[in-house]
């Protein structure tokens, strides 16, 4: 079962542009993180935000964590074409096994030159 | 440093048929990951090894599908007989444990007319 809903399913935008990704998910974690999949690939993981924490940067990529929504949301600025991929996140719940990762159905991001 | 490694990276079988996946982790990693992923889904994890035990197989259809993880290093993930709905994208990922990143592999492609 997938844990994490992304949205939107899907986003296209042009080069230059902010990209903002949302994630929600159902149960209390002990992180999520975000990976990216391009076509044909596999998964490569971006960041990692873990339940204390609020926000976190890494190079042109932010991510918020809300945990009294149980949401998160993940921001690529001044996108470029090759961020087209899809972006999926991951939680990692405290009941279940903390090695155990679930994903979401991810999103799909194309970004046109 | 070398990356997960799986082969074969494309199989196309008939029904009925068995098929069999091969990944080889990380060198250091003692966990070890199976994922199928549909299209257009995140990966569902089929079964988690520590060192050469499996410690969660509970999604894993024991009746047509099984794994192995000899001497802890290398792992093989074999469907017998495949069955249609077995087409799918099977990922193979790593890591040193705990709730942190996982390395994947490219994934093998699967077929089944």
């Known amino acids: 079962s997938q844990q994490g809903e992304e949205d939107p399913q899907a986003l296209s935008i042009q080069e230059g542009e902010n990209a903002t990704m949302n994630c929600s998910y159902k149960t209390s974690i002990n992180n999520l993180q975000w990976y990216r999949q391009n076509s044909g690939r596999g998964l490569v993981h971006l960041i990692l935000?873990?339940?204390?924490?609020r926000e976190k940067h890494s190079g042109r990529l932010r991510v918020t964590l809300d945990t009294s929504k149980k949401s998160s949301s993940l921001l690529i600025t001044a996108s470029r074409a090759a961020d087209t991929a899809s972006y999926f996140c991951?939680?990692?719940?405290?009941?279940?096994?903390?090695?155990?990762?679930?994903f979401g159905s991810g999103t799909q991001l194309t970004v046109l030159p | 440093e070398a990356g997960v490694v799986q082969s074969p990276r494309y199989k196309i079988i008939e029904k009925k048929q068995p098929v069999a996946f091969w990944c080889n982790p990380i060198?250091?990693?003692?966990?070890l990951y199976w994922y199928l992923q549909n299209l257009g889904q995140g990966p569902e994890l089929l079964i988690r090894?520590?060192?050469?035990?499996?410690?969660?197989d509970s999604q894993l259809p024991k009746d047509r599908f099984s794994a192995e993880r000899l001497k802890g290093v290398d792992s093989t993930l074999k469907i017998q007989p495949a069955e249609l709905g077995d087409s799918a994208v099977y990922l193979c990922?790593?890591?040193?444990?705990?709730?942190?990143?996982?390395?994947f592999g490219p994934g093998t492609r699967l077929t089944v007319l």
């Open positions: 991951a939680t990692s719940t405290r009941s279940g096994s903390a090695r155990q990762l679930t």
């Open positions: 990922a790593s890591s040193l444990g705990g709730p942190g990143e996982q390395f």
């Open positions: 060198s250091g990693h003692n966990t």
């Open positions: 090894y520590e060192n050469e035990e499996a410690v969660d």
């Open positions: 935000i873990r339940s204390n924490e």
